[in-house]
T-cell receptor, first 112, second 114 residues
């Protein structure tokens, strides 16, 4: 049962524009959310996280928004750069759990 | 570089064999997690160790086992290997027990079972 869903398998964006990645979840016990970036042949790299007590967290070009009532979060990357081309995973952990549950990932391609 | 190291990077073996994957967590991290990423699948949690003790178990097959040693490095043992065990195996670590903590991932071990 996929509790974290990334419904867009791919996203293409022009360099300098905004990339918006979406993630939906079904488990109401999730209280901590993370985004990871993954290049081929490498492990996932932590980007940014957000606790359920917040609705926004910003770190440089990356901003994560959390809408608890809709069970939805999004990652905004602005401006997008060629080095941002990678697979992005949304992940979540629950109040009563230690593991991370991952979405299937969204492949971002930044066009010059 | 996350500070988490995994060896070997690649492993090719035959069905029925047994392999051991090794992970060294970031300095100071007490928790180690193992995840499996099969073709076209997201990362699936296998097992967590915290300070030498098993803390949580996920979708780990009975043919698989893990342990965490006093120096906090961890090993994942895969036995009676089947073709379907071919996957990327990632180790991650976190500072404490894992609740609302960021996990930092190693580069992974790519296992190919022929």
């Amino acid at each position: 049962d996929q509790q974290v869903k990334q419904n867009s398998p791919s996203l293409s964006v022009q360099e300098g524009r905004i990339s918006i990645l979406n993630c939906d979840y079904t488990n109401s016990m999730f209280d901590y959310f993370l985004w990871y970036k993954k290049y081929p042949a490498e492990g996932p790299t932590f980007l940014i996280s957000i606790s359920s007590i917040k609705d926004k967290n910003e770190d440089g070009r990356f901003t994560v928004f959390l809408n608890k009532s809709a069970k939805h979060l999004s990652l905004h990357i602005v401006p997008s750069q060629p080095g941002d081309s990678a697979v992005y995973f949304c992940a979540a952990s629950a109040l009563d759990d230690y593991k991370l549950s991952f979405g299937a990932g969204t492949t971002v391609t930044v066009r010059a | 570089d996350s500070g988490v190291t995994q060896t070997p990077k690649h492993l090719i073996t035959a069905t029925g064999q047994r392999v051991t994957l090794r992970c060294s967590p970031r300095s100071g991290d007490l928790s180690v997690y193992w995840y499996q990423q099969s073709l076209d699948q997201g990362l699936q949690f296998l097992i967590q160790y915290y300070n030498g003790e098993e803390r949580a178990k996920g979708n780990i097959l009975e043919r698989f086992s893990a342990q965490q040693f006093p120096d906090l490095h961890s090993e994942l043992n895969l036995s009676s290997l089947e073709l379907g065990d071919s996957a990327l195996y990632f180790c991650a670590s976190s500072e404490l027990s894992g609740r609302a903590e960021t996990q930092y991932f190693g580069p992974g071990t790519r296992l190919l079972v022929l």
